[in-house]
């Protein structure tokens, strides 16, 4: 077959999108090649020439007679992988970076779909691909608490979920995410090594809503005990928010003798930075995550760095191993973190 063209190439990626996204479903048949032609406004040659490409990808397959219609057997080598969200973008491209890298040297393709932090859209997807075929998928869940009946539905008929940066609550279940207690106990004796005693710790959602955020709050309090620091209900402030900066000012007005704040989101350290400055006020601050601005940002924004590839490579990997083996076990992988000091995080005798 020769080379295709720029216009065939453009049919073959279309219909290779339409085919993972379940457009064109598992069995069913491609348009003929008249309507292709009119749909691409391209030539009869050039349809022939993409429908042989997918075809001898196994993509495809011929009926004599009938036309082309979608293989099953392509289903075997793609991997659905749901995120909860597409707005913080440089978390989620190292995610799916790492598992992009770890699947090129396999037969497998991951394949991402966004669920916009809907807990129905989420739900939707799973329910989606699983009935076209899928029964391997790579989760960022919505949330800990919100579709565990759900997944477990799903894992009683034989799917294989691994699930990335929030386990599930209560649920037996392959996981890979940063070891959070960690991050949250180093983060806070971090700013108590710096002399600070009242330390507020910052949460940006409810709790119960998040298993990361339990842990961080569970390394947090254990740093403070460990040093003998007597742990204070009212530098505790967790709260689901719409507005950072709304959420960072609330939280200075309910801690005015807090010398220090452990925030569980850059966006939060950074929100409670501005208007510190802005107030004159000296404070000590370390986030989590090291996103990017947080190194740019003026001061920069001391941070609890997570190896997002390496989370989103070692989650990869975990699925592909039980895949392979036809594991029955569950795994939890963490993966270390480790603290990044700038200049937010203030000696307390600066203060």
Not at 251 to 266: E, G, K, V
Request: charged share 20%; glycine share 4%.
């Amino acid at each position: 077959m020769s080379k295709p063209s720029n216009k065939c190439n453009g049919v073959i990626n279309t219909l290779k999108e339409k085919i993972a996204e379940g457009f064109f479903p598992v069995f069913s048949k491609i348009p003929s090649e008249t309507q292709l032609c009119n749909m691409f406004d391209v030539s009869r040659v050039t349809i022939r020439k993409a429908l042989e490409s997918l075809k001898s990808e196994g993509l495809i397959e011929s009926r004599q007679g009938s036309g082309y219609f979608v293989s099953a057997d392509n289903i075997k080598n793609l991997i659905p992988v749901i995120m909860s969200s597409s707005s913080d973008a440089f978390r989620m491209s190292e995610i799916y970076q790492g598992i992009q890298d770890f699947f090129s040297n396999t037969k497998f393709d991951p394949l991402m779909l966004l669920s916009e932090n809907n807990p129905n859209k989420e739900r939707e997807l799973i329910s989606e691909y699983y009935n076209n075929g899928f029964s391997n998928m790579l989760i960022i869940p919505y949330s800990s608490a919100t579709n565990v009946g759900f997944y477990q539905s799903f894992m009683n008929s034989n799917v294989n979920f691994v699930f990335i940066d929030t386990k599930p609550d209560k649920l037996d279940c392959n996981y890979v995410a940063s070891c959070n207690f960690t991050g949250g106990y180093l983060a806070t004796k971090h700013l108590i090594d710096l002399g600070h005693r009242r330390i507020c710790y910052c949460a940006n959602d409810e709790i119960e809503n998040a298993n990361t955020l339990i842990q961080r709050l569970a390394g947090y309090k254990l740093a403070l005990t460990d040093h003998g620091i007597k742990i204070d209900p009212n530098l505790i402030f967790s709260k689901k928010v719409f507005s950072i900066k709304e959420h960072a000012n609330e939280c200075i007005l309910r801690s005015p003798d807090a010398t220090a704040y452990f925030c569980t989101s850059d966006a939060v350290a950074l929100a409670i930075s501005n208007l510190t400055s802005k107030k004159s006020r000296k404070v000590a601050i370390i986030g989590f995550d090291n996103l990017s601005f947080a190194e740019t940002s003026t001061p920069s924004i001391s941070s609890v760095d997570q190896n997002f590839y390496e989370i989103g490579r070692c989650a990869a990997e975990l699925l592909y191993n039980h895949i392979i083996k036809h594991s029955k076990s569950f795994d939890n992988k963490f993966i270390p973190i480790k603290i990044i000091p700038r200049s937010t995080t203030l000696n307390s005798k600066l203060i």
